[in-house]
């Protein structure tokens, strides 16, 4: 027998007991005639002694040993003489009396500590390294937690998980698919689903009216920071359930997760903000609200007074930074610098001073007095002793700076509490999406998303101010998850596919099987499906996915442990009947 | 809102209730004055009724309802003159004021019935009628409720859920990978895992003891009856555990599904045998153990008599029918087919009937006496009344060929009772298995399992006879699962790739960040993994895992629903980079 018990597990109530424990090395201390080992396992971490003058043999076995060694002991649990009641076993010892090496094990390269001397790329190469450290473990423990009580709530609303196939066809609208070839059926390709959408949408029409899967989808897209090639979504899908039915339910999980994850207790209803309110109030479809900080719309305030940035400008708006008003000049040029960077590609910005002693004082006093300057306050709702900051050009693109700018101030001032959580709907998405590029419409959500019924006479009028009964799930600045009320009228879907620009035959071939199932009786459905991922990342305070996957790629896709993507062999490659073509061109 | 209950919940306590249903048409009957209309959902079916008397017009609108359409109703629960037991809502119906129809519907191209009129190759097409099935849904209920009871058992056993990566490496060890393109990385490929092995022994180097995961795995393998280029494993690994621990948990593990699911107490462990003992005694590694009519051997007994097939025969074995020493010559006849069958591919059998009479009578009456045949006869325990039958051969290829003929016999003389469960584990795997092909050693599980400790010493001298710790689940002549204690130690690993003609080169190149891992103090590690689809497929009493798989390919790997795989678009195979070679021989 490896152990009677773990690491994690022992107290003062097993004093006297004869115990057998296995685990790794963390550290090893001498004390004069005295040798302690730190013996670590996935439950904790437990103290062991070896005595020089009781058994000098075995205490000198034990020096030998190095950090992350695995060993087996046998021993006596004892009071320790000098407690640390930060640690769950801090009250005992273990007086060894037996030691076995199970493995040796080289120096690591990194120290396996909370805090770690690895670099990024080093901890990806020996990720079974860095998943020692106790961070990591936290958070797929939370991960696991979090999928337990997301199947729990779910189970008990009747919803059934129901797999879906990963080897699916491609389908070019949306991102990038990345394709699997068919050996038994040469020059075709099965693709990985970008998420389990039609499949979902089957079992409605199957009659399975609750659905739920935790699933892996996948998507070939140049990998942005917080990006994955591959992701783990909770998909869901209700039938006779519209929006409000939908929003209910889910709300109900994310409190059931608040509550049994992070003990925290919402009482009200989540707030609600239409998409438009929400560019308007925050410059994002995925506000922060843990702090206030709203933008003020300026444009009425600032005409007539010659600046011509602002009268050629489609859009002026501002934030008010609490107490900025004393902000240096090296302080307003770095935010200038910030909003100025390519990620934001703001041209400049205004600042107006509102000082504790009521005086005034701006960047563009050569335009605008202190009566004109006093509307911009009133309106922004400044208080003496504030700063606003202001901002203008093409409506969307600004709201957008401006947004990132009050994300940035919060943290500046540390206006967000840590262990705070804020959680609202987005809804009333635009249906559509307009692409410069290849002028032509795209569904903002996706081709299924139901168009608002009282919208549905703008299709062929006003397509984009056609609004859609589409939600999205915010935490803390962070899309959660979204989805929408799904078109269940085979007429309306057809509409649709014309206004996104698929000739008949294209929405034929790309989705004619669902367009065949909706007319066998497809009832009124709705759905939605969370980035579970990024939802554990929040719940983990982490910034980035990457902390709670166990196995991540990194920017480039790449797997730096197992080295993959790689070459596979000639004969692989002559089975599925495939070249690999070396003539093109870069793009 | 689209109901008010569903169709399966309604009882006499709802008596003169306003409800709101929604659902589909099961069926329609007009009786006189009166239209009665099955509405099914998910929970059941709900008898409504329409009154030409009181309501015509409502009447004649519900006559023009199909099957299959979608409607909604609103009306009053009251008791029914007609009740039916045989249904949870058979003693109402709904007195119904008003109709929506939400969707028509085509007239299905099978019956939506338990037993439909829909051949494989339709069901599959139209998938999401053949889910509307009750058979369907049950089974899919059943895969729910078993995923939702192994999860519950082993996160109490502290087994923690950890996804690991869809898109891996290849290693062409073992069946062949599907394989990813990478656009990123042109001219590289992932590979679709086979089964998440080397992952789950890399979170055992990294300290989580206790892992499972239900997860997607594939192969791209010539498929047979019952097997599909993806399906769900229920993988699992222990540290610090031998094969006795794995074998206690995962039985624990089984119990309980049978005592959930099936309702099932299973008091004692279950048997044990070994491959050895399962090939003599039942002629195959994964035994039916529901009936005996073991196997005996007769080689001893058959010696010098001249018959010359038994003579020059490796291996002769018998099986004895108990009871059909009245089988007509057509039925033995038949029997014998059934053995020359090329999927058996045995040469013939020899029978002896010991008749009620007590006398004997056989196929081979001109070689063997009264006498010797009483000799067979005693080994075979059989009684009078009982047939004998024999076959011979190349020892394994009878002993196989047996196998099938008990199967058949069981078949024949109704030995296994529905509902009942044997589930055994077959221990004592041979490490190796010859491969005549390629003349060289396969290992029987993976290359990454350990041989006995006691026959270490053998892997040189004499490798076929190394038996592996190596152990697989049984239930009712279906291989459920199977698992091993794994090799952490580096140079024994070195030694097993050594053995399974790797080179030092090709075993760094496939698998030596595995290797690289265990230098950094691996644990002593074991596990097992499940054929989920087989287990609910067994539970659900079905032979086919399509049965128990939302949407299931065919033999040829297609999904007929959805149509494919299928062809990719010119632009899809330039960005990555690939040419469809379509200059090569069929092999």
Known sequence: MYRTHTCGELNLRHSGNEVTLSGWVQRSRDHGGMTFIDLRDRYGITQLVFDMETNGELCREARKLGREFVIRVEGTVRERSNKNPKMATGDIEIDVRMLWVLNASLLPPFTIEDETDGGEELRMKFRYLDLRRNKMKKNLELRHRMAGEIRKYLDKQ?????????????????????????????????????????????????????????????????????????????????????????????????????QEIKNIDFNGPFPRITFKDAMDRYGTDKPDIRFRMEITELKEFTRGHNFQVFDDAEYVGAICAENCAGYTRKQIDKLTDFVKRPQIGAKGMVWVKYNEDGTIKSSVDKFYDEAALHKWIGACGARQGDLVLIMAGERIATQEALSELRLEMGRQLDLVMEGDFAPLWVVDFPLFEWDQETGRFYAKHHPFTSPRPEDIALLDSDPASVRANAYDLVINGVEIGGGSVRIHNKDLQGKMFEKLGFTHEQAKEQFGFLMEAFRYGAPPHAGVAFGFDRWVAVFAGSDSIRDVIAFPKNNSGRDLMIDSPSSISHEQLQELRLKIDDTGNDK
Request: net charge negative; with cysteine.
């Open 158 to 258: 009747s919803f059934i998980e129901i797999e879906t196939p990963v080897m699916i066809k491609s389908t070019p609208e949306g991102a990038r698919d990345f394709v699997v070839p068919s050996r038994m059926n040469q020059g075709e390709f099965y693709a990985l689903p970008q998420s389990p959408q039609i499949f979902k949408q089957l079992l409605m029409v199957a009659g399975y009216d609750r659905y739920f899967q935790i699933v892996k989808c996948f998507r070939d897209e140049d990998l942005r920071a917080d990006r994955q090639p591959e992701f783990t979504q909770v998909d869901c899908e209700m039938s006779f359930a519209g929006q409000e039915d939908v929003l209910n339910t889910f709300e109900g999980l994310a409190k059931h997760l608040f």
